[in-house]
């Protein structure tokens, strides 16, 4: 194969031919199997790629050539008041209506028993009148006490990173910029708490938007929503501040993200959508893993992105001791990494990285992953348009109960080595609160409750399938007189089409740790700087080094995977 730079210039004709050289050598390595991919100590070591939500959008945004306007700013001097911005993405008008009021310190909290907060938000269908920003600010400062329209597509809320927040304005005042290591150990003006779609509270089901061009991807309209948040953030500071920040300092500054429990059972109840997801990535890996070489251009840009992600990983500082030694492995690890892709061998270079990597830790690894597809957007972001499930295809049922029961031995064999008679094996219960209607997890031998327990115990209700059906012969009857392994055998013929669908560990376990699956959802959704709390929650950050409106129309707008300043 002859080198990047000596192919057509044409971006179609470049892409054609790649793809040309994909398919006719033999790949030397499939996707990674299930086996390897859904363990919740990989799921937990994600990063975010090209293919991650917020990437994708601002793709879309840039290639649309669309604009960021302000027709509405009532803002006071106290940085209270409203503002509303509007973008046009595929044809159609969305508006972020943006509500910002006094908030006394001692009712400042991330946690989901608030009531009040600095910031409230509306993503709005079309642009709202005089009559519908007056509902809307009314209603946003109430979130979940309120009702909303259709026309509302996303309710969202955020609470100042106070000491950033003051600062920026106090450094602005002054006639000085802020001071860069505040901004990085920060990284944020403001972080939401919740970022609502998909019919809650009144607000629009996702079917009435799913098919529209530009928000039809998974999670779309929210990741807009936080895009659009970011910049209310960087101008009610300029504003109270008086003047404005420096670009470099403005696209450092993202969006934070306080995401707990409420999260982790996604990724479980909507095996399908999660099954798309991971082959979308793990195909992403496999094509870029059978390019049988390199021009030089592209053993450059992996150098120069290896610089970068050290660069990352030197901002990256969290309290807790045992995450920051993750991330200090990861650093001690990364030079060897680097050095191996500087030298990378002429034949399937992408292929012996990812091999090389597997020396080290899972973390590394799986960076190494989104190394991997970074450079190489021409033949995977294609990939994107297929993370949806607007509609799952139908599964293959069962003719008999030796069928289903071979199905379980083959694609869940390993809930079969499970000692479901081991207290640890089912320590944790997962179930819904009464009074937020969010999900928790409780210790099934102390907490009350567990009568009440959410169907996450996937594994052992196929266990218990598996083992109920020894000795039956008729499948009908079987069903008929034991509706509750209907679950079980839905999942195990979704498993059976979908390989990816599945988490491959016990959920009710004591060793389960909830912040792995938050993790995967949020590299996902393109968060960085990972900051756990607990093994139950976490603060993230979204769009940091993400491009502004005015770069939509510059290499930036898609040129920030894991930026830093200056990138």
């Keep these: 194969m002859q080198a990047r730079q000596a192919l057509p210039s044409s971006r179609s004709s470049w892409h054609s031919h790649r793809m040309k050289d994909l398919v ?26 090209r293919l991650s939500f917020l990437r994708v959008l601002t793709r879309r945004l840039a290639a649309e050539g669309a604009r960021l306007r302000r027709p509405v700013w009532n803002i006071g001097a106290d940085g209270f008041g409203h503002a509303v911005y509007t973008i046009a993405l595929g044809g159609h008008d969305y508006s972020l209506v943006a509500v910002s009021t006094h908030l ?87 972080r939401t708490t919740a970022v609502y779609g998909n019919g809650k509270f009144g607000i629009a089901d996702r ?39 420096d670009p470099a300092l403005k696209r450092h500054l993202g969006i934070g993200n306080s995401t707990g429990l409420g999260m982790a059972p996604f990724l ?114 294609d990939l994107a348009a297929g993370m949806t499930d607007p509609l799952a295809p139908p599964v293959n049922g069962f003719d008999d109960a030796q069928s289903l029961r071979t199905a379980i031995e083959t694609h869940f064999d390993w809930v079969l080595r499970l000692d479901f008679e081991e207290t640890a094996q089912q320590r ?44 039956v012969t008729d499948l009908r009857a079987f069903r008929a007189a034991r509706p509750e392994h209907e679950l079980a055998i839905a999942r195990v013929a979704c498993l059976a089409a979908h390989p990816y669908a599945e988490i491959r560990d016990n959920l009710i376990a004591e060793s389960c740790l909830p912040i792995d699956m938050l993790r995967c959802k949020l590299a996902f959704f393109g968060a960085t ?6 093994d139950r929650w976490t603060r993230i950050t979204l769009a940091q080094g993400g491009p502004l409106p005015e770069d939509l129309g510059t290499a930036r707008a898609d040129d920030w995977w894991l930026a830093g300043f200056g990138a």
């Design 24 to 49: 006719c050598p033999s790949p030397r390595t499939g996707l990674r199997p299930p086996s390897q991919v859904m363990r919740l100590h990989r799921m937990g070591a994600s990063f975010p790629t």
């Design 104 to 190: 006394p310190d001692e009712m400042r909290t991330d946690r989901v028993i608030a009531t009040a907060w600095d910031t409230a938000y509306v993503l709005y269908d079309g642009v709202p009148d005089s009559d519908e920003i007056a509902r809307i600010c009314a209603a946003a400062p109430q979130q979940e006490a309120a009702r909303y329209t259709e026309r509302d597509l996303v309710l969202s809320r955020a609470n100042k990173s106070v000491r950033l927040f003051s600062h920026v304005i106090e450094r602005l005042r002054a006639g000085r910029q802020p001071d860069e290591a505040l901004v990085n150990e920060v990284g944020y003006l403001m």
């Design 207 to 245: 079917g009435l938007i799913a098919g529209r061009p530009g928000i039809e991807g998974p999670f779309a309209a929210e990741m807009l929503t936080v895009w659009m948040i970011r910049s209310f953030t960087h101008d009610v500071v300029e504003h109270l501040g008086g003047t404005a920040l």
């Design 268 to 381: 479980v109840s909507h095996p399908v959508l999660l099954n798309n997801w991971m082959q979308a990535r793990e195909t992403a890996l496999a094509r870029v893993r059978a390019l049988p070489t390199l021009g030089r251009e592209d053993r450059t840009r992996l150098t120069t992105l290896c610089d970068r992600v050290a660069a990352h990983l030197d901002e990256w500082q969290v309290p807790a001791p045992d995450h920051q030694a993750r991330i200090d492995l990861i650093r001690a690890e990364w030079p060897a990494i680097r050095g191996f892709v500087e030298e990378l061998p002429q034949d399937s270079p992408v292929d012996a990285l990812i091999r090389r990597s597997e020396a080290f830790s899972v973390d590394t690894q799986e960076l190494c992953v989104a190394l991997a597809l970074e450079p190489f957007g021409d033949i995977v972001d």
């Design 428 to 471: 944790r219960f997962w179930y819904v609160s009464e009074e937020k209607l969010e999900p928790r997890l409780g210790d099934r031998f102390d907490d009350p409750g567990a009568d009440r327990e959410s169907p996450l115990d996937i594994a052992r209700r196929v266990q218990a399938l598996w083992h109920a059906l020894d000795g």
């Design 529 to 534: 700087k990972f900051d756990p709390k607990s």
